[in-house]
């Protein structure tokens, strides 16, 4: 079995709790990415696993096996860190060699030949053997501690940031190729990434980390369209989430929602609208930008500024209240500064959040998403 389970784990140094008191089980097979920004917990929580920290309490499981206190070399585990770490005194097929003859009993040489070379052919890189890592590319010698790494067989692949020194064009490449090889070799693979791009699209779930604690486990789509708090809103996107302090009342059976010089009626229930107020948070791409007389608006603001992405044009505008929202919206539809607008929002994209706490008290589309799966 190569599911992998944190029990209670924790992690001090000092007075400084850098993690805290983690449950997290991970599925056999499973893709998933530890996501957060610096000092969130991610990289302790692979290096716990890993054995290369000790555990300052709680217990972790691989399969059944308590391995809590196991050096690494016992735990079966196979790491790819950041900066490859080749040896670059050796060819390729010495470097992916080098696991199986360390082991003991050594493979014999027929079997280690057949091993490298199977190895390589699944990574593409079968006619480099002979090559020494400076005369390959960056892309290259990332298939290369892969391969160094799938080698051994191991339970369980962690991966720490393992495309973080590849241009962005290529970094976009090597996420299709760890998305095939994955499907091709059904291992469990943990890996470790402040990129949420990489984390969405690689993952069949994703642990978002922040200060020392597990936020939320999810989907990619439970983490974007669920978020469990105002964190999750703002972190996971390209732009943070509109967010603004809402008064909730109900009109008829709608629940209405006025703040920041809007008012937004929701086709919702919602239990936890007998609180008075919350917090509204609503994603740029769920902010549309209408005439200012539009029966479709919920108020009318002026833009303020432009940010032109790519494909993309992200808006700024001011409301009455001088609260400033956020709208993507077709870079060939250009507004002029200082131009009024009405905001349109699509009611069933907006989530609520307890003005207290901050977690999340009514997820929008959720019902989208609970008839999709």
Same mark, same amino acid.
């Given at each position: 079995m190569?599911?992998?389970?944190?029990?209670?784990v924790?992690?001090?140094?000092?007075?400084?709790?850098? =993690?805290d *008191? &983690?449950e997290l089980?991970i !599925?056999?097979?499973?893709?998933?990415? /530890?996501l957060?920004?610096?000092?969130s917990?991610?990289s302790?929580?692979?290096?716990?696993l890993a054995?290369?920290q000790?555990v300052?309490?709680?217990r972790?499981?691989i399969g059944e096996r308590?391995v809590?206190?196991l050096?690494p070399?016992?735990?079966?585990?196979?790491?790819v860190?950041?900066?490859?770490a080749?040896?670059?005194?050796m060819?390729?097929f010495?470097?992916?060699?080098f696991?199986?003859r360390?082991?003991s009993?050594?493979?014999?040489?027929?079997?280690i030949?057949?091993k490298?070379r199977?190895?390589?052919?699944?990574?593409g890189i079968?006619d480099?053997?002979a090559r020494?890592?400076?005369?390959i590319?960056g892309?290259?010698?990332?298939?290369?501690?892969?391969?160094?790494?799938m080698v051994?067989?191991?339970r369980?692949?962690?991966l720490?940031e393992? =495309?973080s *020194? &590849?241009?962005?064009r290529l !970094?976009?490449?090597m996420?299709?190729d /760890?998305r095939a090889l994955?499907a091709?070799?059904?291992?469990?693979?943990?890996?470790v990434?402040?990129d949420?791009?990489?984390?969405?699209?690689?993952?069949?779930?994703?642990?978002?980390f922040?200060?020392?604690?597990?936020?939320?486990l999810g989907?990619?789509?439970?983490?974007?369209y669920?978020p469990?708090?105002?964190?999750?809103?703002?972190?996971?996107?390209?732009r943070?989430?509109?967010?603004?302090?809402?008064?909730?009342?109900r009109v008829?059976d709608?629940?209405?929602?006025a703040?920041a010089g809007?008012t937004i009626?929701?086709?919702?229930?919602?239990?936890?609208?007998?609180?008075?107020?919350?917090l509204?948070?609503i994603?740029?791409?769920?902010?549309?930008?209408?005439?200012?007389?539009s029966?479709?608006?919920?108020g009318?603001?002026?833009v303020?500024?432009?940010?032109?992405?790519g494909?993309?044009l992200?808006?700024f505008?001011?409301t009455?209240?001088g609260v400033?929202?956020c709208?993507?919206?077709?870079?060939?539809?250009?507004l002029r500064?200082g131009?009024?607008?009405g905001?349109s929002?699509?009611?069933?994209?907006?989530?609520?959040f307890?003005?207290?706490?901050?977690?999340?008290i009514?997820p929008?589309d959720?019902?989208?998403?609970?008839r999709?799966?």
């Open positions: 190569s599911n992998v389970s944190f029990r209670s924790s992690k001090t140094y000092g007075n400084v709790r850098a =993690l *008191n &983690l089980d !599925r056999e097979g499973e893709f998933i990415s /530890l957060g920004p610096s000092g917990g991610k302790t929580t692979l290096n716990l054995g290369l000790d300052s309490g709680g972790v499981f308590d809590t206190d050096p070399e016992k735990r079966d585990l196979a790491l860190f950041q900066n490859y080749l040896y670059p005194h060819t390729l010495e470097n992916i060699a696991p199986l360390a082991k009993p050594v493979p014999s040489a027929s079997d030949e057949r490298v199977s190895t390589a052919e699944a990574l079968g480099l053997l020494y890592p400076k005369e590319s892309g290259q010698q990332q298939r290369v501690a892969l391969g160094r790494a051994r067989d191991p369980v692949f962690l720490d393992p =495309l *020194n &590849l241009d962005a !970094r976009i490449r996420r299709r /760890l994955h091709q070799l059904r291992s469990t693979i943990v890996y990434t402040h949420q791009s990489e984390a969405m699209t690689l993952s069949d779930r994703i642990a978002v922040s200060d020392g604690k597990l936020q939320q989907t990619p789509e439970d983490i974007y669920r469990a708090n105002t964190f999750i809103a703002n972190f996971i996107g390209d943070e989430a509109n967010l603004f302090p809402v008064e909730i009342s008829g709608r629940l209405e929602l703040g809007l009626r929701l086709d919702r229930a919602l239990d936890a609208a007998k609180a008075r107020s919350a509204a948070g994603r740029p791409d769920s902010v549309e930008l209408v005439a200012p007389d029966s479709q608006a919920s009318v603001a002026e303020v500024d432009q940010e032109l992405v494909a993309d992200y808006v505008v001011k009455g209240a400033e929202i709208s993507r919206r077709d870079p060939r539809q250009r500064l131009e009024p607008v905001i929002v699509r009611q069933g994209d907006v989530h609520l307890d003005a207290s706490t901050e977690v999340c009514s929008g959720a019902g989208i998403l609970e999709q799966e």
